[in-house]
């Protein structure tokens, strides 16, 4: 790979007025490959979702999804280019997720990427897949530009950033120990509830009422960082007590219970933070801004306060490739060079 000719082809790209990024994502257990025009504009996004597969464990099996990761990039690939009426000679550069994420399942992106580009001698831009929820924005609202307050939870982070540009963030805060989405998965499955868990308790929590106290120290109030493993504990601890007794649990209140702890403790920090930074733009990113009871209350305090609240469309909330090629477009225009051969998955990264 010439990575000198690939940088000049990068240069060139950005002059273009119509810069097409072909991106795949593997870093967990959706198999994803999207075309995307300009940052802001789908040609087409197939996500190959393994849910089905790792339902049957409770959870994601790591070595499980590299395999099907294989059995169906080529696959999605094809699909992807195929629903934009599209070939390879359009496509003006490769965005690949490499990192944060399952190590296995990472790189079977990655090394598709690295043979599309070296056999297509096209650019390929490494893409931070954090970085790429918050840019599901960009794809869902097309006003959107940054500075702007992120609240990024997904099931391995959970933040609050000053988002600057669209490619230099601060971190405000994060938690300390468990990721909002991991807390949501957790104690959906100490209730024997399917996975995905934070679905399930969304779904149960719509029939239930927040009227159990799960006792739990909230030791940082006051700061802008979070801890869930508190909570996710006094609940599992519930949980187990009650059946040590022998009585019934009743799902539907546990689960509005813990929900609406979790997005209290969400939206009470983040609106903090948003006043400490006189902040009039809100932007959730990540799985966990798919649940309907959080989108509920920061619609209530967004017209309450008066601020701009930004979430993404359920179906971009999620992973999903077209969320990597808007970022990568930007990344682009921010300077990022050409990735080689050498490129490698990270399983964790800063952001
Ligand atoms: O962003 P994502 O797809 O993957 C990571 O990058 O981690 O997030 C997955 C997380 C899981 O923990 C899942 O339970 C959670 O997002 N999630 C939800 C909902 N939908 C997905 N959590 C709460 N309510 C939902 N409706
Ligand atoms: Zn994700």
Do not use: W
Request: aromatic letters at 8%; hydrophobic letters at 40%; a neutral charge.
């Amino acid at each position: 790979m010439d990575i000198d000719l690939m940088d000049k082809k990068l240069e060139e790209i950005k002059n273009k007025s119509s810069v097409k990024i072909l991106a795949i994502e593997s870093s967990c257990d959706e198999t994803s490959v999207a075309i995307v025009e300009n940052g802001r504009k789908v040609l087409s996004c197939v996500i190959d979702t393994q849910i089905e597969i790792h339902k049957r464990f409770g959870g994601v099996v790591p070595e499980v999804a590299s395999r099907n990761h294989i059995l169906a990039i080529d696959n999605v690939c094809n699909e992807a280019l195929k629903q934009a009426s599209l070939t390879f000679d359009d496509i003006d550069a490769i965005a690949v997720t490499y990192g944060a994420g399952l190590l296995g399942a990472l790189l079977v992106g990655v090394n598709y990427a690295k043979g599309l580009a070296y056999a297509l001698k096209k650019p390929l831009l490494a893409i931070n897949h954090i970085k790429g929820h918050i840019a599901s924005n960009y794809i869902s609202h097309n006003d959107l530009t940054p500075p702007f307050t992120c609240l990024l939870i997904s099931g391995g982070h959970t933040a609050i950033l000053d988002v600057q540009s669209y490619t230099n963030f601060t971190k405000i805060g994060s938690t300390v120990d468990d990721a909002v989405g991991e807390a949501f998965d957790k104690v959906a499955r100490v209730m024997g509830l399917c996975y995905p868990g934070g679905v399930s308790i969304d779904n149960y929590a719509k029939k239930g009422e927040p009227n159990i106290n799960f006792a739990h120290k909230n030791i940082l109030a006051g700061s802008y960082n979070f801890s869930f493993s508190g909570i996710k504990t006094a609940v599992i601890n519930y949980v187990h007590n009650k059946k040590q007794k022998g009585e019934d649990i009743n799902i539907p209140d546990i689960s509005a219970s813990f929900q609406s702890f979790v997005v209290n403790e969400l939206a009470s920090k983040t609106l903090k933070a948003m006043k400490a930074l006189n902040s009039k733009k809100l932007v959730v990113a990540g799985g966990v801004s798919a649940n309907s009871f959080l989108k509920k209350e920061l619609t209530k305090k967004s017209e309450e306060l008066g601020f701009k609240l930004f979430m993404p469309e359920l179906k971009y909330c999620t992973d999903n490739a077209a969320m990597i090629g808007s970022m990568a477009y930007y990344e682009l225009l921010g300077g990022m060079k050409s990735a080689d051969l050498s490129l490698t998955a990270k399983s964790t990264l800063p952001l």
